[in-house]
């Protein structure tokens, strides 16, 4: 992590500022489409989820999915938004292959969640980003250009499947916190399980739009559109491609076209698909299959007693009760599997201890090795037991560090290792006293030479010890029964 | 066997219950009839072998308790049927045959009625003549070269023709009451909400409702009886007690208020549709109705509020006909090609000048002046009937301002076709349950019809009047048979 996120672009005398605003689509965590019965499982062969409602068959009537409702609700709440008591669903026509009505069922002038904010934790600290609204809408379906050469063919099994778009307010000034910004969010929703934020699924797709203006400035400059980004790195290279194109565009005194763009992976670049006269008119009007969408605040009240506790405000507790550090309390919560893993260690253990252990040598092995903590080996009850430990004194920290190794094979008890391998801490001051005379035996010219001055050799001493005891001595106790017997 | 196909509905489920007639008898009278009866161009899809075969089982095992115990019925081809094809009269749905089948006709099945076959229609219910159909244009069975009204031009024609007991059409703007008005027939459309839209291909949603059409007002309400249903799969179907029809149908209607609008009587009226709206009157007070004069002051807007807010929807819910997923295609180069080639060669001129509307006044910069305000005079074309139901029961005008005409006299001028909607369009605007019952006839003998509007969920008023009326009226149809040769 860098200290600080800022972001600008300098040609010669002038500073450039990026501003940028996101529309997230995350897909809802449902097992059926937001307007039919047909499964959203994700893999499934093509076709094989599609019901005459989602292949738009004549006279088929959608009829609308209340889970994908409250599932918008509760994000809605995540994001301390507004939820609208009457939202309407319209109607977003243009033609596509992959698009079986010939239009879009989306929300337009009144969707379900207006005006919300969230907040980002930046290395300069706290910074808030406003969320404009949530609508929900579906998807469509899939063209697939590559399989036949001579024909696209199309995939319905994703049509109708519920969509939330969360729309930014132009608030974000740098690719990091755009990451930041896709991760806060989809750490939200995935506390509140409304939508998993697997990227690689395409659950969650965003549009970037980016505009940059000179520092210091209030105007906002022409934007453009980048559509689709699925991963936040593509969404950080095609900003920072995007930003210098513009700021070039300027420095060159030339103007810049408000359009679409897509952004090209394999080159690093974005290019226009379309311009704002080839925008489509989408023709938006209520759809008349759909009655407004009628929401009283009991409902939504009876909602918010579902919301689990969610990041921030997990993140003030662990600070307030557990005594951890911003820093610390910022990377056990971001994830909230993480966050269980830790108040199950810390339900027995030293707390800055364990904190230690889990954002130390946990997470390094997990990233080693490529797992989610919810698939950790070593089990939080393991951990626990190791961390207790450490701080009975049992086992020295490096001793651990042995024992975890093992762990990491097989999630066995420590203690069984513990025994097994004879790893057990020496604390008899008698037996280390033993161990330490003779050591100073051994080794009487060093001993001289620390008298007269050449602390540093305490250090030798120590190791020597440690050596001998096959690293099983105390080194609370050893220092201690040292530092007396070397000041004789 | 000729009898039977001139019996109404009721009599005959009672000859079936009584065991004179068997369901399969039945089938057979009617198949045999439209077999000589082509000419009229009724049937866009025949299902009659299945017809006579299933009425064979019925007879096999009969369930008399059921409210069409064996009984054959033709549908509007509007509505999808399994496995028989629905095209709603165009090319586009050409070769289309359902999975499934709509809400209106399953519940028509549950209660033993037979399928004999899908009815001609206008494109996608755009018309008022019959005359956009792919199919053809359907002949009035009244007289030669007529139009039989649309958009249920096929269905109304069945009926007064005998090709079958009772038959359901759909009316966006008229088109059940426009059509039963030109063929001397009863038909109604109830309140929107009251009949599922799942399973009928779509015109304009908010406006679209299903049924039924009939020889006369008891079998009307034992159709309405069977089809009105709350559906889950309609999110716009309204879950409100529906009565028993047929069996809370009485004649005496006396002391309601009946209601008669000013605005209704419009410049350049025929005489004889003045004349036959005083004679209506005066029937419904000698049923011992009280007639009170009402104003429905925002009517003259209705007509131009129903041409743009159908055909927005329609140019949406059209979109869906791209030659991708199912029905007729084109070939073309790329796909927009293939999408242009499609819709240009898989619609017809009605239909694509309604998209062209519809797409027209929901474009940017134009919604707000078009589609906007088309909504919002509606809400007060709706108020207009609210503040008048303060006053009156139900409300008595024309159906329609003048009588069928001829094939291919106002085919050019789609104005002036779209002025035969006067009567009929704000009562889909607001939502509320019409009916049209023959009432008299202009100087050729054609018949003229009288609409009954009613506040909403009130169908049973509607039927009442409608039904004490028709007694007073007497009116008989006086069909010649001409097309049999």
């Known amino acids: 992590m860098s200290d600080k996120s800022e972001f600008f672009i300098t040609r010669d005398q002038n500073i450039y500022e990026v501003v940028i605003g996101l529309e997230v689509h995350a897909q809802v965590t449902s097992n059926s489409k937001l307007f039919s019965s047909s499964s959203t499982k994700f893999g499934a062969e093509p076709n094989t989820q599609v019901s005459l409602v989602d292949a738009a068959f004549p006279g088929m009537l959608p009829v609308i999915n209340e889970f994908c409702v409250k599932q918008a609700i509760k994000t809605g709440i995540g994001l301390k938004a507004k939820i609208n008591n009457k939202s309407v669903f319209d109607r977003k026509n243009y033609f596509y292959a992959d698009l079986p009505q010939g239009y879009q069922i989306s929300q337009y002038k009144y969707p379900i969640v207006g005006e919300g904010m969230v907040t980002l934790d930046m290395p300069e600290g706290q910074k808030k980003v406003g969320i404009e609204r949530l609508h929900l809408e579906q998807d469509a379906g899939k063209s697939i250009h590559d399989i036949d050469p001579n024909s696209t063919l199309v995939d319905l099994n994703r049509s109708g499947v519920a969509l939330m778009e969360i729309v930014s307010k132009p608030d974000l000034r740098s690719p990091d916190e755009v990451n930041s910004y896709i991760k806060k969010l989809r750490s939200i929703m995935r506390y509140l399980g409304t939508c998993d934020g697997n990227m690689q699924e395409g659950s969650l797709r965003a549009d970037v739009n980016v505009s940059v203006r000179k520092k210091g400035s209030k105007d906002l400059g022409t934007r453009c559109e980048i559509k689709n980004v699925n991963s936040i790195k593509f969404m950080q290279m095609a900003i920072i491609y995007e930003a210098n194109r513009q700021v070039d565009l300027i420095e060159d005194g030339k103007k810049i076209d408000q359009e679409t763009r897509l952004f090209d992976t394999k080159k690093n670049e974005t290019r226009s698909m379309r311009s704002k006269e080839d925008a489509h008119d989408y023709r938006y009007f209520p759809d008349p299959d759909l009655l407004p969408l009628e929401i009283d605040d009991e409902y939504i009240n009876k909602i918010k007693l579902e919301i689990p506790e969610l990041p921030d405000e997990k993140k003030k507790r662990f600070i307030d009760k557990f005594n951890l550090t911003p820093y610390e309390a910022t990377i056990l919560v971001s994830d909230i599997e993480t966050s269980k893993y830790f108040e199950e260690v810390i339900k027995d253990s030293d707390v800055k201890l364990s904190t230690n252990w889990i954002t130390g040598e946990l997470f390094a092995l997990l990233n080693e090795k490529g797992l989610d903590i919810s698939d950790s080996p070593i089990s939080s009850k393991n951990l626990s037991k190791l961390v207790n430990f450490i701080k009975d004194g049992t086992i020295s920290g490096k001793i651990a560090k042995t024992i975890f190794e093992i762990m990491a094979e097989k999630d066995e008890d420590p203690e069984k290792i513990i025994n097994e391998k004879g790893l057990k801490q020496e604390s008899n001051p008698e037996e280390l006293e033993k161990l330490i005379d003779q050591i100073l035996n051994d080794n009487q010219d060093k001993v001289t030479e620390y008298k007269s001055g050449k602390d540093k050799l305490f250090g030798f001493f120590v190791g020597q010890a440690m050596k001998v005891s096959g690293g099983k001595a105390n080194p609370k106790l050893l220092n201690e029964i040292l530092k007396t017997k070397l000041t004789k | ?485």
């Open chain 2, 1 to 485: 066997m000729s009898e039977i196909t001139s019996l109404t509905l009721f009599e005959l489920i009672k000859n079936i219950k009584e065991k004179k007639i068997s369901s399969n008898e039945a089938a057979k009278s009617f198949v045999d009839r439209a077999e000589r009866s082509k000419k009229l161009n009724t049937y866009v899809t025949e299902n009659f072998e299945n017809c006579l075969k299933h009425s064979k089982e019925f007879d096999n095992r009969p369930n008399f308790d059921l409210k069409l115990p064996g009984i054959p019925i033709a549908v509007k081809d509007l509505f999808c049927t399994t496995d028989v094809r629905t095209t709603a009269g165009s090319n586009i749905l050409n070769n289309f045959i359902p999975t499934y089948e709509s809400t209106v006709t399953q519940n028509i099945w549950n209660e033993g009625g037979i399928l004999l076959g899908k009815l001609n229609c206008d494109e996608f219910a755009m018309g008022s003549s019959n005359e956009t159909s792919f199919f053809g244009n359907v002949q009035n069975p009244i007289a030669e070269n007529i139009v039989p009204g649309g958009s249920s031009g096929g269905s109304s024609a069945a009926l007064a023709a005998n090709l079958t007991p009772i038959t359901i059409g759909t009316d966006t703007g008229g088109s059940i009451r426009q059509p039963a008005s030109f063929t001397g027939t009863v038909g109604l459309k109830p309140t929107y909400g009251s009949c599922s839209r799942y399973g009928i291909v779509a015109f304009a949603s908010s406006l679209d409702q299903a049924g039924p059409m009939s020889k006369d007002v008891k079998d009307c309400s034992i159709l309405l009886e069977v089809i009105s249903s709350f559906d889950k799969k309609d999110s716009t179907s309204i879950d409100f007690k529906r009565n028993n029809y047929s069996k809370d149908l009485t004649n005496n209607i006396k002391g309601l208020k009946i209601g008669i609008p000013k605005e209704y009587r419009i410049d350049g009226m025929p005489d004889e549709i003045e004349k036959l709206w005083q004679k209506g009157i005066e029937y419904a007070k000698e049923c011992g109705a009280e007639i009170i004069d009402i104003s429905l002051p925002h009517t003259s807007y209705a007509l131009p509020t129903y041409y743009i807010v159908a055909p927005a929807e329609a140019s949406s819910n059209l979109a869906r006909y791209d030659g991708v997923k199912y029905g007729f295609r084109s070939s073309g180069e790329n796909l927009i090609d293939m999408y242009e080639k499609t819709r240009s060669e898989g619609f017809g001129e009605e239909v694509k000048r309604r998209i062209m509307i519809g797409t027209y006044v929901l474009s940017s910069g134009y919604y707000d002046a078009y589609y906007l305000k088309a909504q919002k005079v509606r809400q007060l074309i709706k108020k207009d009937f609210d503040e008048a139901y303060n006053k009156v029961d139900a409300i008595l005008t024309p159906s329609t301002p003048s009588s069928a005409f001829k094939i291919g006299e106002k085919s050019s001028d789609p104005v002036s076709m779209y002025l035969n909607d006067i009567f009929t369009v704000p009562v889909n605007l607001a939502g509320l349950p019409g009916i049209s019952i023959p009432a008299g006839t202009d100087k050729n003998n054609y018949p003229l019809g009288l609409q009954i509007i009613g506040k909403p969920f009130d169908e049973q008023t509607v039927l009442n009047i409608a039904y004490s009326m028709e007694e007073k009226i007497n009116y008989k149809n006086n069909i010649s048979d001409w097309w049999i040769k």
